[in-house]
């Protein structure tokens, strides 16, 4: 079992939806990472957070330590998130390789 | 400013063949972490730098993968006897590295084929 398991896998909305992406985790972390990777593109950091809320611009990231659980939510879809949207977390201590749920495929149709 | 760079973008080699990929961070950044990303997956962990030491190896598959990054800038990832399941795009960040849990900053990557 992966240690971060994301859901849902793919995803296909109409623009201007409410986009929920969820994560969970199966052991402590020192911080949770939501990450974007466009097809053929590098990947860009969206958030790093280890509590509560994240804001930025149509983006928000929450986590819940107690249940190991994050989620990334797109207000207002448009064509241009489409992308995929990857969980990793920081194993903690001195080394923070990350380790990655295996992305979720965001289609957002005009 | 410059962000993390990769060359080369891409490398096609044959099986069995030795192969180089190299890494320029972020200038100043002293955290420096390679991943290996397969098709239709996310990244897996190889290999994280704190200056020129590897902190933390775990993530290498075998012997034939090493790492080097000897003056704690610029990190070369070699791969000795190519295996065509050694395909993937080979991903380079970095980060400050004063703490854990800080933001990392990912390069282009190098798509390697082994044929």
């Known amino acids: 079992k992966n240690e971060v398991e994301q859901s849902p896998q793919n995803l296909t909305a109409q623009e201007g939806e409410f986009i929920t992406i969820n994560c969970s985790y199966s052991?402590?972390?020192?911080?949770l990472h939501w990450l974007q990777q466009h097809p053929g593109g590098g990947i860009v950091s969206l958030f790093m957070l280890s509590s509560g809320k994240k804001k930025h611009g149509r983006l928000i990231a929450t986590i819940n330590i107690q249940e190991k659980h994050s989620s990334l939510h797109i207000t207002a879809s448009h064509p241009r998130d489409s992308a995929v949207y990857i969980c990793a977390k920081g194993s903690g201590g001195g080394a923070d390789g990350l380790t990655f749920g295996k992305g979720t495929h965001l289609i957002i149709q005009p | 400013g410059a962000g993390v760079s990769q060359t080369p973008s891409n490398k096609v080699t044959e099986k069995g063949k030795y192969v180089e990929l190299r890494c320029d961070p972020i200038?100043?950044?002293?955290?420096l972490y390679w991943y290996r990303q397969s098709l239709g997956q996310g990244p897996e962990f190889l290999i994280y730098?704190?200056?020129?030491?590897?902190?933390?190896d775990s993530g290498l598959p075998n012997d034939r993968f090493f790492a080097v990054r000897p003056e704690g800038s610029v990190s070369t990832l070699k791969i000795q006897r190519t295996e065509r399941g050694d395909s993937a795009v080979y991903l380079c960040?970095?980060?400050?590295?004063?703490?854990?849990?800080?933001?990392?900053?990912f390069g282009p990557g190098t798509r390697l084929t082994v044929l």
């Open positions: 200038s100043g950044h002293t955290a």
């Open positions: 730098f704190q200056g020129t030491g590897a902190a933390d």
């Open positions: 052991v402590g972390i020192s911080a």
């Open positions: 960040a970095s980060s400050l590295g004063l703490a854990g849990g800080e933001e990392q900053f």
